[in-house]
């Protein structure tokens, strides 16, 4: 572990399909290793900086298995944005979408991809299913969905069971302290 705290590269993996910036490179070796250190990430910076695709670059580094799947957790809008991304540069990892009338039912139909993607409302209507085993990652893309401690989806959000949790923000300088808060103590409790 010692070797994670100095400034050392760590390798992208070899089945990643994308060649990631200098600052993305630097994001997602920090993430990597607040992983390995058993710590959560908040990753607060601007829009269309690559957000996304460190996380996918996390995630085929430190792959989830399906019994212990990522769920990342998003408005609809990005949905597709997420399956689209994650078949371009990780199409090692297969995805499972828990949205609409064909979403699960118990909690072992969760299991069967390393990745499971829903909605925020979503997570909140079926918290009993989701909440049901340990996630190795919970992501909350657009995390400004959680910012405020007494909302259900950040009550909701804080009982699942879970490794690793990475709220993401493009939006960081509109957040109040007790929005900052709120996003890290989900990251770090």
Known sequence: MKSLLKNETVA???RLAAN???YQQ???????KNARLGMGSLIADDMGLGKTLQIIALLVKSPPVPEAPALVICPTSLIANWVREIEKFAPSLSVLVHRGANRAGIYRDLQKAPVVITTYDTMVNDIAIISSFEWSWVICDEAQAIKNPDSNRRKAVVTIPRRHSIPMTGTPVENTLLDLWSLTDFAIP
């Not at 630097?26 to 990597?32: A, K, S």
């Open 26 to 32: 630097r994001g997602y070796e920090w993430l990597y």
């Open 12 to 14: 992208l993996p070899e």
């Open 20 to 22: 990631l910036r200098p």
